[in-house]
C-alpha cells in the first residue's frame, strides 16, 4: 500500500463506516445489518493478559447445533490498528458466514506502531490456538478453521494459510519465527483447513504492480517492517504470503477488484496464479469495477462464492 493513497484510503475507510456504524476503525464495506445470532461474546482475551489487542467477538449462528465450523475474519487497516474488531465487514462477510452456519471469531492484533512484524500473524496464530483450545465452550467444530480478512486482515488471512504448519523458516537472510508464544494455548495447532482473500497485500515486493501506481517513501508495508525494500528485500519477502505459496497449502479463494487503487488487482491476480501453478485449490474474483472494500466487492453472488468455496471444503 502507498503512502500517496494512504490518507485517500483511510478518509475513505471512515467514511464508508461512518454510513452505517457509529464506531470508529477501518473495515470494507459497512453495509447495515443486524447480526442474528444465537450467543454472543465480546472482548474475549484470547491471550490471556489484559491488552485489549488481544481481545476477539465471537458469534455463534442463529440456527443452534452442537457444534460450529469456525471462521477468524480479521479486519483491514493497513495494519495502523489494533482495535477494529467491531468493523470487520460485519454486515456484509461475517453476516453472510453467520447465516450460512460458520461461528465467526473477529480479533484484534498488535498494529504496526505497537509491534513490528512477525508480532501480528503470532497474534492470528494465538487466535487459532484459542479458538482449539476453548472449542468445548464456545462450540466450535475444530474439524474446520478457516482465517479471512480483508486488505491487511486479507494479508493476514493468506499467510495463515500459506505457512499453516511452518512454525519456523528462514527467508534469504531473515530467520523468521512465525509461530509466537502467545496465549495459553501452545500445545494446540495454528493450523488452518482454508482461507479467504479480499483485497488483500499478498507480494510486498512487488506493491507497483499496479499501472500508475508507484512505492511512495514510508509506506505502511515500510512501517510495519521498520526497513526499506531496496536495503532489506529478504524481510519483504518474509512478509509476503506469495513467497510461501507451495503444493501443501490449503484451499484458499480471492477476491480483488480491477478499480483498487490502494492495493492493486495485480496483487490477488498473481497471488491466484501462484496457488493454481502448486496445485493448490483456488479460486478467483476479480470484479471489473472492484474498488478497495466497495460495494462492487461485497455483491450477495461474490459472498455466496465464498460460502460455497468453504463448504465444499468442508465436504472434503
Known amino acids: 500500500m502507498k503512502k500517496t493513497l494512504l490518507s485517500t484510503f483511510v478518509m475513505c475507510l471512515a467514511a464508508v463506516g461512518a454510513m452505517a456504524q457509529p464506531a470508529g476503525g477501518f473495515g470494507g464495506f459497512q453495509q447495515q445489518a443486524k447480526l442474528e445470532t444465537s450467543q454472543e461474546w465480546k472482548d474475549v482475551n484470547y491471550a490471556g493478559d489484559d491488552k485489549a489487542y488481544h481481545t476477539c467477538d465471537i458469534y455463534l449462528p442463529k440456527k443452534e447445533a452442537k457444534s460450529y465450523p469456525v471462521v477468524i475474519h480479521i479486519y483491514g487497516s493497513a495494519w495502523f490498528s489494533n482495535s477494529s474488531k467491531g468493523m470487520a465487514d460485519i454486515g456484509t462477510i461475517v453476516k453472510t458466514l453467520l447465516d450460512n452456519g460458520y461461528a465467526v471469531v473477529c480479533p484484534n492484533h498488535r498494529s504496526s506502531m505497537d509491534a513490528k512484524w512477525p508480532a501480528q500473524i503470532h497474534d492470528i496464530r494465538a487466535v487459532i490456538r484459542f479458538v482449539r ?51 495459553n494455548f501452545l500445545k494446540e495447532k495454528s493450523t488452518v483447513n482454508a482461507a479467504c482473500d479480499w483485497s488483500g497485500p499478498v507480494d510486498l515486493t512487488a506493491m507497483d504492480c499496479g499501472e500508475g501506481m508507484k512505492m511512495g517513501p514510508d509506506s505502511p508495508e515500510d512501517v510495519l517492517l521498520a526497513s526499506k525494500l531496496d536495503k532489506e528485500p529478504d524481510k519483504y519477502r518474509s512478509l509476503s504470503a506469495t513467497n510461501y505459496v507451495n503444493k501443501k497449502n490449503p484451499p484458499i479463494i480471492i477476491f480483488h477488484g480491477e478499480k483498487d487503487n490502494v ?21 478467483g474474483t476479480f470484479p471489473a469495477e472492484g474498488s478497495h472494500g466497495g460495494p462492487q466487492m461485497y455483491t450477495e453472488e461474490n459472498l455466496q462464492k465464498m460460502v460455497k468455496f468453504l463448504n465444499e471444503v468442508r465436504k472434503k
Open 263 to 283: 492495493v492493486p488487482g495485480c496483487q490477488g491476480k498473481m497471488f491466484f496464479e501462484l496457488l493454481k501453478a502448486a496445485g493448490v485449490k483456488t479460486e
Open 133 to 183: 483450545g476453548n472449542a468445548k465452550q464456545y462450540k466450535f467444530d475444530t474439524s474446520f478453521i478457516a482465517t479471512s480478512g480483508f486488505s491487511s486482515g486479507g494479508h493476514l488471512a493468506s499467510i495463515a494459510a500459506t505457512t499453516s504448519g511452518v512454525k519456523q523458516t528462514k527467508v534469504g537472510t531473515v530467520d523468521i519465527d512465525l509461530e509466537g508464544t502467545v496465549g
